[in-house]
């Protein structure tokens, strides 16, 4: 569906996706575009399934079918234990339509201050003893075809939420996000160290091992 040589269309306006897309993809000699560089007019794209998966599916669809292209589309989040697995699906509008990085980032400390729960013992053990919660970022992945010929994957990574920010690299819930194995917050990481260990990282191995 792709090969080297080529470019691939990513259906996302988040540069930080498409910094990571772009760093796992280069070594394959494919480039990647996203939306922010597609002259083409795309129509607004309504991420309204239940499902990381749905989600994903409904970006893919839209935009390769707009530009005849193939298309890759991310739709992702983080799931908090302590919140019942929110903000899952709605990790990008968490504290409302429009919602900067930052601004999710503190709604998410407030929600889990707001819980009274104390940290897990199992933080503790992991070395992060005033972690509030263990976590879990989730990636799928779509590759749609123009034609409609689809192939999916998912990846995912645990860690824990920890209550101050740390490490400027990443986007989104990454300065919070804390990994036992690395000592260290995903914002702490390059972006070749954070493809070898993250949900989209693992997702992007596990498409690429069925094209
Ligand atoms: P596109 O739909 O244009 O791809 P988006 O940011 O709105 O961009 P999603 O709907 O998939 O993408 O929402 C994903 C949100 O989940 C993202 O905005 C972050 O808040 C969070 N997220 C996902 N992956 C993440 C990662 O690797 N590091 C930190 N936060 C992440």
Redesign the pocket.
Same mark, same amino acid.
């Given at each position: 569906m792709i090969r080297a040589g080529e470019t691939l269309l990513v &259906?996302? #306006?988040?540069r930080g +996706?498409t910094n990571e897309f772009r760093a796992a993809f280069a070594p394959l000699g494919i480039e990647v575009r996203d939306l922010n560089e597609a002259p083409e007019a795309i129509p607004d794209i309504v991420?309204d399934g239940e499902t990381f998966a749905d989600?994903a599916l409904i +970006?893919a669809r839209i935009v390769s079918e707009a530009t005849g292209l193939p298309t890759l589309a /991310? /739709?992702?989040?983080?799931c908090v234990d302590a919140l019942g697995g929110a903000p899952g699906v709605y %990790? &990008?509008r968490y504290a409302g339509a429009g919602a900067s990085?930052a601004d999710?980032n503190a709604k998410l400390l407030r929600e889990l201050a707001a819980t009274g729960l104390t940290p897990p013992d199992e933080a503790a053990a992991a070395g992060a003893p005033d972690a509030l919660s263990a976590a879990r970022?989730v %990636?799928a992945l779509v590759l749609y075809a123009p034609g409609g010929e689809t192939k999916t994957a998912e990846g995912d990574v645990r860690g824990f939420i920890l209550p101050t920010p740390r490490g400027e690299g990443?986007?989104?819930?990454?300065p919070l996000?804390w990994l036992p194995n690395y000592g260290r917050t995903?914002a702490e990481l390059s972006t070749e160290e954070k493809n070898a260990v993250?949900? #989209?990282g693992e997702a992007l191995r596990r498409l690429l091992a069925r094209l």
């Open positions: &259906a996302t #306006r988040n +996706k991420e989600n +970006k /991310d /739709d992702s989040g983080l %990790s &990008a990085d999710n970022f %990636s990443g986007f989104g819930y990454d996000f995903m993250s949900h #989209r």
